[in-house]
């Protein structure tokens, strides 16, 4: 299978577990787990990038701090 470079501009975390699926067919994980996990990892970063994201305090509660547009 042939590389394809494209998945690295691709947003859509279905396309990227679609792909990841087809270069490791034999990883034992379903496509559904895939996706949540690379949606999640795209997430955080866009979370980390924006300086948006949970904020947990000392007594377990927590917030979310972004902006309202």
């Not at 396309?15 to 955080?44: Q, R, T, V, Y």
């Amino acid at each position: 299978m042939d590389y394809d470079m494209s998945i690295h501009t691709n947003p859509d975390a279905q396309a990227w577990a679609k792909f990841f699926m087809e270069s490791h067919p034999d990883c034992g994980l379903d496509e559904g787990m895939m996706i949540g996990w690379f949606a999640n990892a795209m997430m955080a970063m866009h979370d980390h990038l924006t300086g948006q994201g949970i904020v947990v305090l000392d007594d377990g509660s927590a917030f979310c701090v972004g902006t309202v547009g």
